[in-house]
């Protein structure tokens, strides 16, 4: 089964950066799409950032200029790095394939405060 594993979320100050990281196992990393996903408070999960087929990188309008995504294929971890962060990013924070596998990992949460 696959396993996804994120980590690297906390409490920032609004304007401050974090760098996610999601650990992955059981699938070929770069073989299907794949990306970030966050579900806010009352929210539903929506799609944040992801490789497409051809590798090329996508980007919800709410965090294009601020967010990058990347890959390192030899450890399967895919990265989100987050920089001016707003308390509108407030969130639990996942990656998975997409479209999504059927299931999810444990997330990690990102509070911004302002």
């Known amino acids: 089964q696959v396993q996804l594993v994120e980590s690297g979320g906390g409490l920032v100050q609004s304007g401050r950066s974090l760098r996610l990281s999601c650990a992955t196992s059981g699938m070929p990393f770069t073989l299907y799409p794949i990306g970030w996903h966050r579900q806010a408070p009352g929210a539903e999960r929506a799609l944040v950032s992801q490789?497409?087929?051809?590798?090329?990188?996508i980007y919800a309008d709410a965090v294009k200029g601020r967010f990058t995504i990347s890959r390192d294929t030899a450890k399967n971890t895919l990265f989100l790095q987050m920089n001016s962060l707003k308390p509108e990013d407030t969130a639990v924070y996942y990656c998975?394939?997409?479209?999504?596998?059927?299931?999810w990992g444990q997330g990690t949460q990102v509070t911004v405060s302002s």
């Open positions: 490789f497409s087929y051809r590798d090329n990188t």
């Open positions: 998975n394939r997409v479209p999504d596998l059927g299931y």
